[in-house]
């Protein structure tokens, strides 16, 4: 019969001094800090800088009428201002029309509250997005009362003989 095997006996670890013990707690408390503050942020709103979809259409123009329009498909985002003290709330929009006759401003709307803070007109009509004004950001005024708003994507046409497109993404920065 083979001899058995002798395993040796493993030490007991080293407690921690006083200042390893602070510098792990320390950390400990640290990573619990920063899981609190990601978790309240994407509960209000989604990750930090990750893009929300407004909804809108690169293809199909919202309907030839002038005056404010909801864009094709939208969808209302819901914004949580008590949780989202020091940021700043933002869309990025892209927007087309099909004859520089027309022209199309962009705006997201507080649909809670029923206010609006708008983009400037665009009389481009680039496929690829790269003219003037196509591409804007928007940047959200913070509400007086702080409080969940939803907001929503809305396109302008300046007369109802063009089609215009558009298409948004609200962020958190």
Sequence with gaps: MPPALQIPPVPDPQPFTQTERLSVDGLTWLRNLRTTITTLINTAFGAAGTPRPLGGSRQISVREAAGIQDAIDYLDIP???????????????????????????????????????????????????????????????????????????????????????????????
């Design 79 to 173: 914004v949580d201002w008590t949780r989202i003290s020091g940021y700043t709330v933002r869309a990025q929009v892209e927007v087309r029309t099909d004859d520089p006759s027309t022209s199309v401003t962009p705006s997201i709307a507080n649909v809670t509250d029923g206010t609006s803070d708008a983009g400037v007109a665009c009389v481009a009509i680039a496929a690829d997005y790269s003219g003037a004004n196509q591409k804007q950001t928007i940047t959200i005024t913070v509400p007086v009362v702080r409080a969940r708003k939803l907001y929503r994507l809305k396109l302008t046409p300046s007369d109802a003989n063009n089609g215009v497109y558009g298409i948004g993404y609200l962020e958190i920065v």
